[in-house]
């Protein structure tokens, strides 16, 4: 069975545009013979440009799986992935590597902080480490929507989770990538932290036109995307447009999360 979900019209900004990123037939096995585990099975799906989308299922639905594939941190058993204008299956680890380097963001649940730098300097570190000078603009523009600007000279140790994330969610953005690939970005916080963080990445999307593809188990985390994508067994299932907690929770009983 293959699946086939396109971007949303009307859910999202720039939808009749080509996908940031899309899944054509994607097929993920791991080990061979009896020990073989299918964790995607023919999948295809694109995710628009603009817009804010939340991938969802039960546990070993594929979803981090998908998504790692997308970002090309996993290679595929079949099927191709295009990330904007470049066929990234087939991809040399050289080329990879700079691809997520200059068109992908990362944010994870882990904050991934360098505890002996500044929060200004764990947000440039992705741009010193490429030999890019800041675009003191947009780094003022992005510093701005996370709210940190009082923070900038703290290192980690002195901030909150919740800001911690910030500065993480900054980093992704400040190279100004054509996606950003979000793994259960507020696991490791309370409520109120990640409202916060859920909030800028949905401002990211709304005041600055970022993609954002995000995992979660979370269904108040996924209402604030535009579209929900639903795994189940490591084929989508469905989607569902401009999401409520109340709506994402009855799709992921129906699937037996």
Known sequence: MTSTFTSPSGGAPHAAAPPAVAATGVSKVYGSGD???RALHEVSVGFA????????????????TLMHCLAGLDT????????GDAEITGMGDRQLTMLRRDRVGFVFQAFNLLPTLTAEQNILLPLELAGRKPDRAWLDQVVDVVGLRDRLGHRPSELSGGQQQRVACARALVARPEVIFADEPTGNLDSRAGAEVL????????EMGRTIVMVTHDPVAASYADRVVFLRDGVITSELLRPTPDAVLDR???LGA
Not at 54 to 61: D, V
Not at 76 to 83: D, E, P, Q, S
Not at 199 to 206: E, H, N, P, T
């Open 35 to 37: 020990a073989a585990v």
């Open 49 to 64: 440009r603009g817009a804010f989308t939340a991938i969802m299922g039960p546990s070993g639905s594929g979803k981090s």
């Open 76 to 83: 595929v058993t079949a099927g191709r992935i295009v990330l």
């Open 252 to 254: 992921l009983k129906s």
């Open 199 to 206: 909030g800028f990445l949905r401002a990211s999307v709304r």
